[in-house]
C-alpha cells in the first residue's frame, strides 16, 4: 500500500495551494479518505474527511475554507486550501482508512508566511 501525497510548498498568507495524494495497493473506492496535520512538538490533528460516497467533513479551523475531494477513478484524494494562514504551516499527511487497517503518506510541507 502507497499514499504519496504533494502539492506542499511556500505561499503567502491569503494564498491557495491544492494537495494531492494518490494511493495504491487498496481498494481506494470503498475507504474513507482523510487529511491531517502536524506541526513540530504537537499531535497530529485531523483536517478533513471524506467518505466513499463524498460526504465531507472539516475541522473547524479550516471550514469555509478548505475544500477535500476525491476521484475515485484516479484512486486520488485532494484537499484545496485558500485563504491560507500562517498557522496552517505544517506537514500534511493523508490517510486512507477509518480503523484498522488504516494507512499514511509521507507527507508534504506547507509553509505560510506572513
Known amino acids: 500500500v502507497q499514499l504519496q501525497a504533494s502539492g506542499g510548498g511556500s505561499v503567502q498568507a491569503g494564498g491557495s495551494l491544492r494537495l494531492s495524494c494518490v494511493v495504491s495497493?487498496?481498494?481506494?473506492?470503498?475507504?474513507?479518505m482523510a487529511w491531517y496535520r502536524q506541526t513540530p512538538g504537537n499531535k497530529r490533528e485531523w483536517v478533513a474527511g471524506?467518505?466513499?460516497?463524498?460526504?465531507?467533513n472539516y475541522a473547524e479551523v479550516v471550514k469555509g475554507r478548505f475544500t477535500i475531494s476525491r476521484d475515485n477513478a484516479k484512486s486520488t484524494v485532494y484537499l484545496q486550501m485558500k485563504n491560507l494562514k500562517t498557522e496552517d504551516t505544517a506537514v500534511y499527511y493523508c490517510?486512507?482508512?477509518?480503523?484498522?487497517?488504516?494507512?499514511w503518506g509521507q507527507g508534504t510541507l506547507v509553509t505560510v508566511s506572513s
Open positions: 490517510k486512507a482508512g477509518s480503523g484498522a487497517p488504516e494507512y
Open positions: 495497493g487498496i481498494t481506494f473506492g470503498v475507504n474513507y
Open positions: 471524506i467518505t466513499r460516497t463524498g460526504s465531507e
